[in-house]
């Protein structure tokens, strides 16, 4: 399905069928020995100012433990990012919406997914970029060493976000691909 930007609908899961994913931690350590052996792929997805960076927020932080986005200011939180021109990533609320609108760099085929537990009200980004690459024992990518095959960011929802309602849209120009998320507020009268 096509919204009347030219962008693509993403369906948004809310029945997680992988319990077990994201169970290997990102430790700084390990993270840092990736990357500097990294190619160009994984420089792409979780370079600076990337959503899937760890160091996004100026400090590191795993991407697979879930983050309170909305509790932080866009402008104060990604200032230094955007003074030098590398900031991928933004947020914002109305009075009836929280919006993300992230670029997404297109690796291989552009998988990304995003995924809502209503109940816990969280929210995960998450895609596969390396396709080549045997999987974990199991089969399942995000079971095991999860940065080797693809990106993740999880992402606590305000109290008053309404997740089962949002809606997530994809647009592709150049070499990046756009993901907006749009929640909307529970107690909102007018629904976007």
């Given at each position: ?6 962008s ?6 809310t ?11 990102l ?6 020995g ?6 160009g ?35 104060v ?27 997404l ?12 537990d ?37 992402l ?37």
């Amino acid at each position: 399905m096509t919204s009347s930007s030219g962008s693509l609908k993403l369906e948004i899961y809310t029945e997680d069928k992988t319990p077990g994913k994201w169970s290997v931690p990102l430790s700084e350590e390990v993270f840092r020995g990736f990357l500097s052996g990294a190619g160009g792929s994984e420089k792409a997805v979780f370079s600076e100012g990337s959503i899937f960076s760890p160091f996004l927020f100026g400090k590191y932080f795993d991407p697979s433990d879930a983050f309170p986005l909305w509790e932080f200011d866009a402008d104060v939180l990604l200032a230094s990012l955007r003074s030098v021109g590398q900031c991928r990533v933004d947020w914002s609320q109305t009075d009836q919406t929280y919006v993300l609108i992230s670029d997404l760099p297109v690796v291989g085929k552009n998988n990304v997914q995003v995924y809502v537990d209503v109940k816990g009200k969280m929210m995960e980004i998450s895609g596969q970029w390396n396709i080549n690459k045997k999987t974990a024992a199991n089969g399942d990518w995000r079971s095991g060493r999860w940065w080797e095959y693809g990106y993740v960011r999880r992402l606590e929802l305000p109290g008053d976000a309404d997740p089962q309602n949002s809606e997530a849209f994809l647009s592709n120009k150049d070499d990046y691909s756009f993901l907006e998320i749009i929640i909307p507020k529970i107690n909102s009268k007018n629904k976007f």
